[in-house]
């Protein structure tokens, strides 16, 4: 599993958003929220949690992972509510998603690290 590959895939979410904010278009908070839907999270809940259980960073990364996705279901039911000025700004500096952003790269790259991988 190539890490960086998957953290850059989790970033390409923003301009996705800003997107649909742009557009005033809805997208799928559901789908978006789910934790096990993307490259990273399919790893996490898959392949890492059989080989990577007993790493201590390993439920670090997954917490961490989680309340990411968690942050963009906020930010997509905003966008799907129409409030797009509320919705941009959940995607600003120092917001909990962009927090949750920040946390889940550290979290993911000391497993990295941990794991050796």
């Given at each position: 599993?190539?890490l960086?590959?998957?953290?850059?895939?989790?970033?390409?979410?923003?301009?996705?958003?800003?997107?649909?904010?742009?557009?005033?278009?809805?997208?799928?908070?559901?789908?978006?929220?789910?934790?096990?839907?993307?490259?990273?999270?399919?790893?996490?809940?898959?392949?890492?949690?059989?080989?990577?259980?007993?790493?201590?960073?390993?439920?670090?990364?997954?917490?961490?992972h989680?309340?990411?996705?968690?942050?963009?279901?906020?930010?997509?039911?905003?966008?799907?509510?129409?409030?797009y000025?509320?919705?941009?700004?959940?995607?600003?500096?120092?917001?909990?998603?962009?927090?949750?952003?920040?946390?889940?790269?550290?979290?993911?790259?000391?497993?990295?690290?941990?794991?050796?991988?």
């Amino acid at each position: 599993m190539n890490l960086e590959e998957a953290l850059a895939k989790e970033g390409e979410i923003r301009p996705k958003l800003l997107a649909a904010i742009a557009g005033k278009y809805q997208l799928d908070a559901k789908s978006v929220g789910k934790v096990d839907a993307c490259m990273l999270g399919n790893w996490l809940h898959g392949e890492a949690e059989s080989k990577f259980p007993l790493v201590k960073s390993y439920p670090p990364c997954v917490e961490a992972h989680d309340a990411f996705h968690a942050e963009l279901e906020k930010v997509v039911r905003m966008i799907n509510l129409g409030e797009y000025e509320q919705a941009q700004a959940m995607l600003g500096s120092g917001t909990p998603c962009t927090k949750a952003f920040i946390a889940m790269v550290a979290a993911t790259r000391q497993l990295k690290k941990d794991a050796r991988l």
